[in-house]
């Protein structure tokens, strides 16, 4: 089993920064990969940006160059440094983990950019 909680999202304005955070728990060195995904209003939940346990990281084409994500080994929590954020970048984000053929979920930290 993990648990993932995430925290620091909030309403903030177009072209300003956020870092979203991600404290896991439970089974940590079983996770495979660890990722971020987004739902917008009315649209499907669609993947950020997600990282493997050997570093390697993917971004959606739309935060290239914008967002970066990063993980603390000592504080076993994962991070999502966006900035430039745009109006489209408002969503429900949520952490996720794959851990032995399992998905894990948190509950979500709400982010809004207004324009």
């Known amino acids: 089993q993990v648990q993932l909680v995430e925290s620091g999202g909030g309403l903030v304005q177009a072209g300003d920064s956020l870092r979203l955070s991600c404290a896991a728990s439970g089974s940590i060195f079983s996770i495979n990969v660890l990722g971020w995904y987004r739902q917008a209003p009315g649209k499907q939940r669609e993947l950020v940006a997600d990282i493997t346990s050997d570093g390697g990281a993917d971004y959606a084409d739309s935060v290239k160059g914008r967002f970066t994500i990063s993980g603390d080994n000592t504080k076993n929590t994962l991070y999502l440094q966006m900035n430039s954020l745009k109006p489209e970048d408002t969503g429900l984000y949520y952490c996720?983990?794959?851990?032995?053929?399992?998905?894990?979920w948190g509950k979500g930290t709400l982010v809004t950019v207004s324009s």
């Open positions: 996720h983990a794959w851990s032995d053929g399992l998905d894990y």
